[in-house]
């Protein structure tokens, strides 16, 4: 499947550094210590703690965090599920479709106050099923700042694209506003150049060819908030304008073949979200929430060789409208109850053609309309029993009215009870066991409803909007231990039960047709050990020196729905890990290191194919330079190792529980080097 703009965008446009710098210094303080907070299950870092590396914005320092690695939250439908684990003030931004590191990328250092790494659960923070969370606290700032950042990346290819960041905050008397644009190009990595060879099933070759692939994302986002007291509370509202342009292009020739394909791509997103927070009195507080999203996306593919003609469009509108509320309430300083309720709108308008050589073929949910109407009604307890063991809990309910119109029509209603409960045993000062049991629900991704393409593999997906959400039984089991000033070492097992695991199976249509669609396929299981690390060097003589990595092994097993034989779920990969190794040279204000990200497997299973996609190791290669305390020069190398991907579908002659292998194809695409650079100015503060 070819990798989309939204990814393409994520490596293009992490442009530059948006913050105002801190003061510059010969030598800045030696690095203070993080300070526990008594009776809070939280380790406070000051800024002092970060000073060395001089960062410029509280992503950089978030990322430094001993033992903790950003999750960005899930991009899925309400807002309960689709927590990150940070919090700004106490509070979860009122958003979905801004990304948690672009919120952060907008606060300068200068405005963090403190970062808490709250551990296992503390009274009055919601810990959103998370089992470590950071809670940044800002200082208030009268000052005006701005940022300005140009970015140039030099592709192996020729390609040289632009980036573009512009951002401003500051405050009016008792309202604090900011806004901010960023935009670009980037290239997806997924495409490349390399052989292709498709073999019969005794290795006899049946092509020989060269497979040239090019996709470029261009896009912009205009993001904007403002923040002032009302009514004795704090009104926040914000807004988010998207817009992505990507093209996939892709040639592939050889003695006896030639074949050609290309894919658009326009999306356009917008988002409005407002939170009101009031304390009720001394113990008391309430939380309102409202957000509506839409999404309007086309995509245009098309496939041509000799003998063959295909073609494939879509279009979809989809929408969610999001209300909620939390009433909190402190007993003691050491338990905190929290009682509310989430109700949801979600809507998909889609409508899908495919035609082969001029015929229209018909495809199963080719057109559907799809209403959800979602309801969720929670409480839950946060008690720190002692000094050392802490208790987190919860019970959600959840019930939901789906319909469905056009090729299929369907109502149904689901409903989910949903326990959850944490226990956080701190051994000593730096030791913690964590042991979590929670039933979740998955959220049923709309995508999944309509049917979709890969021509230039020839694969095409039916929809299927009769589809359950997969149910986890997970239990979990963490252990934590800190060292030294900064070091970390995070050891989790987690074990999943899951049922109705959300997978594919073939659906055959009344002419004999058969494609292959998301279906509800049985029980599985899926089993991971993590490690987290963060290793310093400062006590074996390499002074600012740091290792961070993290790393899942992963097993899971689920009934093929064809074959009737134990496999693992589709999409999931065995291992996953990445390692950034960078040291700070305060005396010439400089930071270099290398960022690694570790090669993946995926592998899906459908009726009549096995695909694998395998991608190598990604590494970068970095040195930051900060000549001002206002500027900021980056120069790095993506992808120095010149690391690929390869794609192999096995193809079966029919199902494969009764047919032999008709052909391997096998696709073994480089992508180069780059070179890009980055400048950035802060203004004013």
């Not at 396929?521 to 074996?540: K, M, N, Q, W, Y």
């Not at 204000?589 to 990200?597: I, K, L, N, P």
Request: charged share 25%; aromatic share 8%; with cysteine.
């Amino acid at each position: 499947m070819i990798t989309r703009a939204l990814a393409a965008f994520a490596a293009a446009c992490p442009l530059a550094l948006p913050a105002q710098a801190l003061a510059q210094a010969p030598e800045p303080a030696a690095e203070a210590a993080p300070a526990a907070a008594e009776g809070s299950g939280a380790i406070s870092y000051p800024p002092s703690f970060f000073a060395a590396a001089q960062p410029t914005t509280a992503l950089e320092m978030i990322e430094r965090l001993p033992g903790f690695v950003l999750d960005g939250g899930d991009n899925v439908r309400g807002f309960e599920g689709a927590a990150g684990n940070v919090l700004i003030d106490g509070r979860r931004p009122a958003s979905k479709s801004d990304d948690l590191e672009e919120i952060l990328r907008r606060i300068p250092a200068s405005q963090v106050a403190r970062i808490d790494l709250i551990r296992g659960g503390a009274p009055g923070i919601d810990m959103q099923g998370k089992s470590v969370l950071a809670n940044l606290i800002r200082t208030e700032t009268s000052s005006v700042q701005g940022l300005v950042a140009l970015a140039y990346r030099h592709v192996y290819d020729g390609r040289d694209l632009l980036g573009l960041r512009l951002e401003g905050s500051g405050r009016l008397g008792q309202t604090a506003w900011e806004a901010g644009f960023v935009g670009g190009q980037g290239p997806d990595d997924g495409a490349g150049d390399g052989p292709r060879v498709r073999t019969d099933r005794t290795g006899v070759p049946l092509i020989v060819s060269f497979v040239d692939s090019e996709g470029t994302g261009t896009n912009g986002a205009l993001t904007g908030a403002v923040e002032r007291p009302l009514g004795g509370g704090q009104l926040r509202a914000n807004g988010r304008l998207f817009v992505d342009h990507f093209t996939y292009d892709e040639l592939n020739f050889g003695p006896a073949t030639r074949e050609v394909s290309r894919e658009v791509f326009d999306l356009t997103e917008t988002e409005l979200g407002a939170s009101f927070t009031r304390p009720l009195g001394p113990r008391t507080s309430l939380e309102l929430i409202g957000l509506r999203q839409t999404a309007d996306e086309t995509i245009e593919s098309q496939f041509d060789d000799p003998t063959y003609r295909g073609r494939f469009d879509l279009e979809s509108e989809t929408t969610e409208t999001i209300a909620r509320g939390v009433l909190r309430w402190r007993q003691t300083e050491a338990l905190s109850w929290e009682v509310g309720a989430e109700g949801a709108i979600n809507t998909l308008d889609s409508a899908t053609a495919f035609a082969e050589n001029g015929l229209p073929v018909v495809l199963p949910a080719a057109n559907v309309k799809v209403e959800e109407r979602r309801g969720e009604a929670f409480a839950k307890l946060a008690w720190r029993a002692s000094p050392r063991l802490t208790l987190d809990s919860g019970l959600r309910f959840e019930a939901s009215d789906i319909s469905s119109e056009g090729d299929v029509e369907l109502e149904k209603s689901l409903q989910f009870a949903k326990p959850q409960l944490s226990l956080t045993w701190a051994q000593d000062e730096h030791t913690q066991l964590r042991f979590r049991v929670e039933r979740t629900v998955g959220q049923l991704d709309f995508d999944d409803f309509v049917a979709s393409s890969s021509l230039n593999t020839g694969v095409l997906l039916a929809g299927n909007p009769d589809l359950d959400p997969a149910q986890e039984w997970i239990v979990e089991a963490a252990v934590e231990r800190r060292f030294w000033t900064g070091g970390a070492l995070v050891v989790t097992l987690r074990r999943a039960e899951i049922t109705d695991v959300v997978d594919r199976a073939p659906v055959r249509l009344d002419g004999g047709k058969i494609y292959d669609a998301p279906a509800n396929i049985g029980s599985g299981v899926r089993e991971e050990l993590a490690l987290t690390l963060t290793l310093p060097f400062d006590r074996v003589g390499l002074k600012g020196a740091q290792l961070r990595g993290e790393g899942t092994w992963r097993r899971s097993a689920v009934d093929d729905p064809t074959t009737g034989e134990s496999r693992e779920i589709s999409g999931l990969r065995p291992v996953e890990w990445e390692a950034h190794f960078s040291q700070d040279l305060p005396s010439i204000s400089s930071t270099w290191g290398v960022d690694v990200f570790g090669g993946w497997r995926e592998t899906y299973y459908r009726y009549d194919e096995v695909s694998t996609t395998k991608l190598r190791p990604f590494v970068v290669p970095f040195v930051e330079w900060k000549p001002r305390p206002d500027i900021v020069l980056r120069f790095e190398i993506p992808n120095v190792t010149e690391r690929g991907v390869r794609r192999t579908r096995t193809v079966y002659a029919g199902p494969r529980d009764s047919a032999d292998i008709a052909y391997v194809d096998d696709r073994d695409i480089d992508f180069g080097r780059m070179y890009r650079f980055r400048i950035s100015k802060t203004l004013g503060g």
